[in-house]
């Protein structure tokens, strides 16, 4: 064995030299392991493992998605324990939080549309994971329009913002609680009078807010912090679609391939019911805002519906009795 090992070949080149080399010992096989051999501390290698055997089916019941399976009854507002609301409390609260988003965006703030449109879809999208019974509707409302001014390039003054609000949702409550006093006394105020509840320091205190009070301080704290909860909620996704651009173009292009006509069957060739079919979409989808159908629907979908919708109600449909 040691001769074969170190056999030489010699080989013969053109010019009469002559070299030698060792010939190359055969690759060695790995042996067999024995069975009563102790198995080995250190892993397989790589190339030698075999791959794991495939992972039974999972028994867990898959969690459905949001915009596809779509389901009130089992919001965390109404499984919250221990006082849970209905579906109808629960659609009220959104609705009525809307409205003040709404309100306070345009009016006070003087946002763009856009930008109060992307606060009420983080609205929506927040109390999708959370419960109206853990956080204050009004401050999240407050930290939706903080973060949708920012993500919309038209960012307010946290200062400003809280103002505002605070002044908004007091002259409401003040409302409010004029026309309970004007029915008859409220049964929250032991039977007090309405006199004597118009002349209350609750009713008739300034509007403004106290900057140096410690309940100015602990409401913009609160509105900071629920911004960062916010944003951890929607996973930092801030670009919102929105339908009016969707239906804007739609309606365009439906005038300019001449698809649509009046209720006589003449064609659109007054700009003005052009321009009513889409400002009657836009204020279908501003409705639809105030519902949770930006979180079943794509806004191309929401887009499309508000433009049949707007044809029904101004009288416009396809050319020739198409559908739409």
Request: glycine fraction near 4%; charge should be positive; charged fraction near 25%.
């Amino acid at each position: 064995s040691i001769f074969k090992r170190t056999l030489s070949i010699v080989v013969t080149k053109p010019d009469n030299e002559t070299t030698t080399t060792m010939a190359q010992p055969p690759p060695r096989r790995p042996l067999p392991p024995s069975r009563n051999a102790p198995p080995s501390r250190h892993p397989p290698h790589p190339n030698n493992a075999r791959p794991p055997p495939p992972r039974p089916p999972s028994t867990l019941p898959r969690v459905p998605l949001a915009s596809s399976h779509f389901d009130e009854n089992h919001l965390p507002s109404v499984l919250h324990q221990p006082n849970p609301m209905t579906p109808d409390a629960e659609r009220q609260a959104r609705r009525r939080t809307c409205r003040f988003i709404e309100e306070a965006g345009q009016r006070s703030l003087r946002l763009p549309r856009v930008a109060v449109a992307t606060a009420t879809v983080f609205f929506h999208r927040f109390y999708v994971k959370h419960a109206f019974q853990e956080h204050d509707r009004f401050e999240v409302a407050m930290a939706c329009l903080l973060l949708a001014g920012k993500t919309e390039e038209s960012p307010k003054k946290l200062d400003f913002i809280v103002r505002e609000c605070w002044k908004l949702r007091r002259r409401a409550q003040q409302q409010q609680q004029k026309l309970m006093n004007q029915g008859g006394a409220s049964p929250s105020m032991g039977g007090a009078s309405p006199t004597a509840a118009m002349s209350s320091p609750s009713a008739t205190d300034n509007l403004q807010i106290d900057p140096k009070s410690e309940e100015y301080v602990r409401l913009k704290e609160r509105v900071l912090l629920l911004e960062r909860v916010i944003l951890h909620t929607i996973g930092f996704e801030l670009s919102i679609d929105h339908p009016y651009k969707f239906l804007v173009d739609s309606v365009q292009n439906m005038n300019k391939k001449r698809s649509i006509e009046g209720k006589d069957g003449q064609p659109l060739k007054n700009p003005q019911m052009v321009q009513e079919l889409a400002q009657n979409a836009m204020n279908f989808a501003n409705d639809s805002m105030h519902t949770t159908l930006c979180l079943q629907y794509t806004a191309n979908e929401i887009a499309m519906t508000c433009v049949y919708l707007s044809g029904k109600y101004s009288g416009i449909r396809p050319v020739g009795g198409k559908p739409w």
